[in-house]
């Protein structure tokens, strides 16, 4: 004879948020059994659990990378508003992707989902920090105090994306020791004898100071720097640069707007 299957569903606060889309109410074999972690024992015997470790994680492409800090900021806000679990379809939405391209971004992390469920919010979104190496203190150090470097000293948005703007560099002699957004501005000298652990380096000086820049930050050992100046870095194996031009996404913007132009002649000559 089969044991009672008790009617107290062992998942809380995930189980209950999601009770409604599955309409667990029966039993907590039902409820358990879909979110994959297997059925109730019983007196006939235990059956062995399904496996709910993550799939092994394949070589993640550049474009999924680029899109995974998307996926972070809207699960983020989904945590600020409550919600714990979030179909593939209204995650992709929200970013602004496909729902068959969100799952193949999300399958690089070994997260599939629950199937006619979704996506446990707050796991999903520890997974894709890990990932992106957001669960370790990250510094900033913005080289180059013209106009830009000015308004990214005083962007708010690294501090709420878990990145410290710890030090603004310039080697002028009448900006080096001024204060800019309530930081003291330091000489490249001073910063090249910091700890370069956890360090993204920010150049946005002008071109023609740019390559010394990197130059100096890679020998005191920073191995990520983000190039707003309008040129091409040299740099070691083992060191990654992200160039930011801003006048060449405007140019790409510029050729879109003129073929959308171009083609609305077409249909209304």
């Given amino acids: 004879m089969r044991g009672a299957v008790s009617t107290f569903c062992p998942l809380t606060r995930l189980c209950a948020g999601v009770h409604k889309r599955l309409q667990c109410r029966g039993s907590s074999t039902r409820c358990v059994e879909s979110f994959g972690i297997g059925p109730a024992p019983h007196a006939e015997g235990v059956r062995a659990p399904v496996s709910t470790a993550p799939a092994p994680r394949r070589e993640i492409p550049d474009a999924t990378v680029a899109r995974l800090p998307v996926y972070l900021r809207v699960l983020r806000t989904l945590l600020a508003d409550g919600v714990d679990v979030v179909s593939s379809e209204e995650l992709a939405e929200a970013a602004g992707v496909r729902s068959a391209g969100l799952r193949r971004d999300l399958?690089?992390?070994?997260?599939?989902?629950?199937?006619?469920?979704?996506?446990?919010?707050?796991?999903?979104?520890?997974?894709?920090?890990?990932?992106?190496?957001?669960?370790?203190?990250?510094?900033?150090?913005?080289?180059?105090?013209?106009?830009?470097?000015?308004?990214?000293?005083?962007?708010?948005?690294?501090?709420t994306r878990g990145f410290e703007v710890r030090w603004l560099v310039d080697n002028d002699p009448a900006i080096v020791g001024t204060q800019i957004a309530e930081r003291c501005v330091v000489a490249l000298e001073e910063l090249t004898r910091q700890d370069p652990d956890g360090l993204i380096v920010v150049i946005a000086t002008p071109p023609a100071q740019a390559q010394d820049v990197a130059d100096a930050v890679v020998a005191m050992g920073v191995r990520s720097i983000l190039n707003f100046a309008p040129c091409v870095l040299t740099v070691p194996d083992g060191v990654e640069v992200r160039k930011v031009d801003l006048a060449t996404e405007l140019q790409i913007l510029a050729f879109h707007e003129q073929r959308g132009r171009d083609d609305l002649r077409e249909v209304n000559p």
């Fill in 107 to 159: 399958s690089y992390l070994g997260s599939y989902g629950v199937r006619g469920v979704g996506y446990d919010v707050a796991r999903l979104a520890d997974e894709i920090a890990r990932e992106l190496g957001l669960t370790q203190d990250r510094f900033v150090a913005i080289v180059g105090m013209g106009n830009l470097g000015h308004a990214l000293a005083a962007y708010s948005g690294f501090a």
